[in-house]
């Protein structure tokens, strides 16, 4: 069994205080270990957040031949020179984002196979745009005993023109690096524009690769032949999910509570609704402070989910939370994942006033006291909500299978508890 966190509710206090550093972006730090694999020579990955999705990336990358070393915060990665490019089960059906870890393979190592890959369960997640993408490119795909299998029979990946009929985060960063050691040029149209994907190409770009418009919805890429050389460390940029569920909290319980570490220009979308609920927020280079809140009552806002710079969808379940403490009636439209709402279910056992209208949207009715129960942690960022609900809520919460928690946020019980909060991690038995 996995382990479980125990909170006491401050039922609806609002007396957390002090400063909470965010970490490195799991979802950049993930495309970041992808890409060792353009290498010649050792990477170095700076700020990596300890979390599980960063072990389960490690272990991939091991099983497919890199060396991964190790110190405090940094990972240095080997790349093999030669590498089958399969994928264990284990893992990959546990890591959604190991779907990323195909393109540089392919690109390098001319095959690869992995089973569907796994992750949080937030719908249906299919790979069409994989598939069909590594086909354009010139690669040969077949499926066989539960696997996709991709070749490149001559060798090299041909440079293409792709459109994504879906703004996909993961395919945009995938063929951005596959292309990178492509023959001739790339086009792909209606990418994401989530900021790591920039960071990511500028990273490359100091490398040696050729990637214009990363960052913007068509990004052109002229391929190399040879490995990338490493020039430069990569540098993890701050998690904004982890920074806006620190200023939901914040938001929620803060007396004075400053985030640190952290780009308030990537959850422009969270601070423009939180301001016009009633928040107080000041806005820093790297910090947000949230304070003079105790005594107010927040307004209803509507949340609909979006592509980057639009409300994240990463967001939705913690925002739920604070919706559900506003007065008034918000609707949260989900407009990314189609079984991204099941947590509402124990909200609503908890005391909120949510009603599913139909797969993508709900009305919350607020304010309403919550009361500790007994939580399931569905996934990363539902489990992150439960934390919130939980904080203030009355009475005791108990979260299980806080695992799903630990994917993405670092002890977060730790750090936590440093701004007030009563949280307890308890081992689950082996
Ligand atoms: C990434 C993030 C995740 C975030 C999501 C959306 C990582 C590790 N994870 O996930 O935290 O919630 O972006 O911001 O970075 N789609 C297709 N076909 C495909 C691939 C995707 O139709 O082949 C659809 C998905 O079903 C979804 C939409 O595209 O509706 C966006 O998903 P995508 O951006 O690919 O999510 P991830 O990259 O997996």
């Known amino acids: 069994m996995n382990d479980s966190f125990i909170i006491k509710g401050l039922a609806g206090r609002k007396t957390l205080k ?15 270990l992808a890409a060792s694999f353009l290498f010649k020579g050792e990477v170095f990955i700076k700020n990596v957040p300890h979390i599980k999705d960063v072990s389960m990336m490690v272990s991939l990358l091991e099983s497919l031949g890199a060396t991964v070393g190790k110190k405090n915060r940094t990972l240095v990665v080997y790349p093999p020179k030669k590498s089958d490019g399969h994928f264990g089960d284990m893992i990959a059906k546990r890591l959604r984002a190991s779907i990323v870890v195909s393109g540089p393979i392919l690109a390098r190592y001319g095959a690869v196979s992995f089973p569907h890959p796994g992750g949080c369960v937030l719908g249906a997640r299919p790979i069409d745009l994989f598939l069909e993408g590594y086909k354009k490119m010139g690669a040969r795909v077949s499926v ?179 919706l559900s403490q506003a007065k008034g009636s918000s609707l949260i439209f989900e407009t990314i994942f189609e079984a991204r709402l099941e947590y509402v279910k124990e909200l609503v056992h908890m005391g909120a006033d949510i009603s599913i209208c139909d797969p993508h949207r709900a009305i919350v009715e607020g304010p309403t006291k919550l009361v500790g129960r007994k939580l399931e942690s569905p996934d990363i960022r539902a489990g992150l909500a439960f934390i919130l609900a939980a904080i203030i809520a009355r009475d005791e919460s108990i979260i299980h299978n806080v695992d799903k928690i630990d994917r993405g946020y670092e002890r977060v019980e730790e750090r936590l508890s440093l701004l007030g909060v009563s949280i307890l991690r308890v081992p689950g038995k082996a």
């Not at 002090?18 to 970041?32: D, E, F, P, T, Y």
């Not at 001739?184 to 994401?192: M, S, V």
């Not at 016009?276 to 402070?289: C, E, F, I, N, Q």
């Open 144 to 322: 066989k005993g539960g696997y996709y299998h991709m070749h490149v029979p001559s060798g090299r990946l041909k440079g293409t023109t792709l459109f994504f009929k879906n703004q996909s985060v993961g395919a945009t960063e995938t063929f951005m690096m596959a292309a990178v050691l492509a023959e001739g040029k790339t086009i792909l149209k209606n990418c994401a524009c989530e900021p790591e994907i920039a960071h990511l190409a500028e990273f490359l770009n100091s490398c040696g690769a050729h990637i214009k418009g990363a960052g913007t919805h068509t990004i052109e890429i002229r391929g190399v032949k040879n490995p990338l050389r490493v020039r430069k460390a990569y540098t993890t940029l701050p998690d904004r999910l982890e920074t806006g569920s620190f200023l939901i909290l914040a938001a929620l319980a803060g007396k004075d509570i400053t985030i640190t570490q952290c780009n308030p220009g990537h959850v422009e979308a969270l601070i423009e609704v939180l301001s016009l609920s009633g928040v107080t927020m000041k806005v820093g280079k790297d910090t947000l402070r949230v304070y003079n809140n105790g005594r107010k009552v927040f307004q209803a806002a509507d949340i609909k989910t979006h592509e980057y710079p639009g409300f994240p969808t990463d967001l939705q379940a913690p925002m739920a939370v604070f």
């Open 18 to 32: 002090g400063k909470i550093a965010v970490n490195g972006a799991k979802n950049a730090v993930l495309k970041a």
